[in-house]
């Protein structure tokens, strides 16, 4: 080889270094300034956080991950260190995951509510009811085989909400071979198209049902009662358990969504004009089941630009 294409040679090795250098020192810094956020599949199928979330990366130069899972799997998630942050909604579980040591700095941030849908032509006759009563007739229409249900079966929140339903009439729900009660497995939008072909009712955040009705062949049937109500809360998973969690950037995430900007805009997120959530952070009202302590709004006013709702 001459001199001449030697030194070109060697030009190119070096350009070719100096590239690969770049390109993994971007892949470093991008790769830590990203976060893991793991969810309900419920939040994710609303579209909520394709609104909230540009706005935050944009601002915090953190890019969020989004793994849209049920509470049950989220939660584990967050349990194994796999996971940044969490947003959830089963507050006996969420409580739980802290007293644990599993998360820290808990904040309830939103709620909606659960609501009841079927067929139009409704021949469990629950229109209307209240939940004991609604709960009480699909028994009977499903004992006669008048209808099917199907729930999430996943261990997710929705899940959890549903089987407490049962409780109230003291019935345990069945998903052996020929019955009327089915487990999809499966996520809130999956279950809805299951339970949508086979015209039967399911249980469903008002969140998902708003952004997905016009989809489907079901009405609204019940709905209103406090039991129905469904609280969010964004923990922080402990940095403790697993030194690759990034706490530093979930707390920036969390400060955000308790922060007035944060709480406009999850209140500001509409489907059809219709308001999917409602902010709840600073607001120690029982009534939401997500009853924000004293100890929480004065941490993440620390964060959040002095913001306690």
């Known amino acids: 080889m001459n001199k001449r294409n030697q030194t070109l040679s060697i030009a190119f090795i070096i350009s070719i270094s100096t590239l690969i250098g770049i390109s993994t020192s971007f892949d470093i810094l991008y790769a830590k300034n990203r976060i893991i956020l793991a969810t309900t599949t419920s939040t994710y199928d609303s579209g909520l956080l394709d609104y909230i979330l540009p706005p935050f990366e944009e601002k915090s130069g953190i890019s969020v991950d989004v793994l849209s899972v049920g509470t049950g799997y989220a939660l ?10 969490l947003l959830v909604h089963s507050r006996t579980r969420e409580d739980k995951f802290v007293s644990n040591g599993y998360g820290i700095h808990r904040a309830c941030v939103m709620y909606n509510d659960f609501i009841i849908i079927g067929p139009s032509n409704d021949p469990a006759n629950i229109q209307g009811e209240n939940v004991s009563v609604a709960m009480t007739n699909l028994v009977n229409a499903g004992e006669l085989g008048l209808i099917k249900f199907y729930s999430r079966g996943d261990g997710s929140g929705t899940n959890s909400k549903e089987l407490s339903l049962w409780d109230l009439i003291n019935y345990t729900p069945n998903s052996g071979i020929g019955g009327w009660y089915y487990e999809t497995g499966a996520g809130m939008g999956n279950t809805l198209i299951v339970a949508n072909e086979n015209r039967g009712y ?40 697993n030194l690759s969690v990034k706490y530093d950037l979930a707390l920036e995430f969390v400060a955000f969504l308790t922060s007035k900007e944060g709480q406009e805009l999850i209140g500001s997120y509409k489907l059809n004009n219709e308001t999917l959530f409602i902010p709840s952070f600073g607001h120690g009202n029982e009534t939401y089941g997500c009853s924000t302590t004293d100890t929480e709004i004065e941490f993440w006013r620390e964060y959040n630009g002095n913001y306690f709702g």
């Open 202 to 241: 399911t249980l469903i955040d008002r969140g998902t049902w708003l952004s997905t009705k016009d989809s489907v062949n079901f009405i609204l049937l019940v709905e209103g009662e406090e039991i129905l109500l469904n609280p969010y809360g964004a923990i922080l998973v402990n940095p403790e358990i």
């Open 76 to 85: 584990e998630t967050g349990r194994r260190g796999d996971a940044d942050v």
